[in-house]
């Protein structure tokens, strides 16, 4: 689905040399029929990694294939296969029928009962022009955009974003039950409590490298996490912080039950990339392939 090699990439003066790039020699594989969580401090290169995968931003070294295709060479039969939502968008005053009319046209698999179906659970009228919408309706509106159009990879860039309550409920529901066989969806995010339950493998990007990339089943089997008063204490403790009543803990083996909680394991990793590499088999990230 995805693959990329020794990718280098930088902005302004820093393309002159490799010294001060933001991606030096990433390697990464990305498989079909999953939901990949992207995860990063702001500045870890999410957005960026985003847009070159989907022709937006040209790597300068390195090897990209997406769908089988170069994505710099923007060939419209891949991009007719690639659906991307970006965090800042802009919708112009259609309607939101005469928009499905003109952009639809752009996706053969686009499918419109599914379309209707997802603005109905929305509660988006299709009839009313989007920008006259608000920030939460018209992100809604692209959403169910992007869930019909059957592209065979789906990038969400904060999707959550702007949405209330009720709708991340909706939009977790919608996403599961939407994913096919051949299709791939990667969501970046910072709301990791909105997309826990559907993100699954996650790729933790800081500092241009990729730091962890694994399934949460392949988590679970090296390590275990808990919540107690007592301060946590051991070898085996690898990270803890503290929460309101206790303090949540991190241990380098398994335990039978485990809940993996995202935001912890993502404070532990970002805090801790020596010790967790080592937990996972120091894999080079070459070899960064999730199964």
Not at 209 to 238: F, Y
């Amino acid at each position: 689905m995805v693959a990329i090699r020794n990718l280098t990439f930088s902005y302004g003066s820093s393309r002159k040399s490799n010294e001060h790039a933001l991606f030096n020699n990433l390697s990464l594989s990305l498989k079909e029929s999953n939901i990949y969580g992207l995860l990063g401090r702001n500045g870890a290169g999410k957005t960026t990694f985003l847009k070159i995968i989907t022709g937006q931003l040209f790597k300068q070294a390195g090897e990209i294939t997406v769908l089988g295709t170069d994505p710099g060479r923007r060939l419209p039969g891949m991009l007719s296969k690639i659906y991307f939502l970006p965090e800042e968008f802009y919708l112009p005053a259609l309607t939101g029928k005469n928009y499905v009319k003109i952009y639809s046209s752009f996706y053969p698999d686009f499918n419109i009962e599914l379309f209707t179906k997802y603005t109905e659970e929305f509660e988006i009228d299709s009839d009313k022009k989007l920008n006259s919408l608000s920030y939460g309706q018209k992100k809604k509106f692209l959403i169910a955009f992007g869930l019909s159009t059957g592209c065979r990879l789906i990038v969400l860039d904060e999707p959550t974003n702007g949405l209330d309550i009720p709708s991340k409920s909706q939009f977790r529901r919608l996403v599961s039950g939407s994913v096919r066989d051949n299709q791939t969806f990667i969501i970046s995010t910072h709301q990791v409590r909105d997309l826990e339950h559907i993100i699954d493998p996650l790729i933790i990007l800081d500092n241009g490298k990729i730091i962890l990339n694994e399934t949460l089943e392949s988590i679970s089997s090296r390590l275990s996490m808990d919540v107690q008063k007592e301060k946590p204490e051991g070898a085996d403790v690898i990270y803890r912080e503290k929460t309101l009543g206790g303090y949540a803990f991190i241990r380098s083996h398994p335990s039978e039950g485990t809940t993996i909680d995202i935001e912890v394991l993502f404070n532990a990793v970002i805090s801790g990339k020596d010790r967790i590499s080592s937990i996972f088999g120091s894999k080079k990230e070459t070899d960064n392939e999730t199964e």
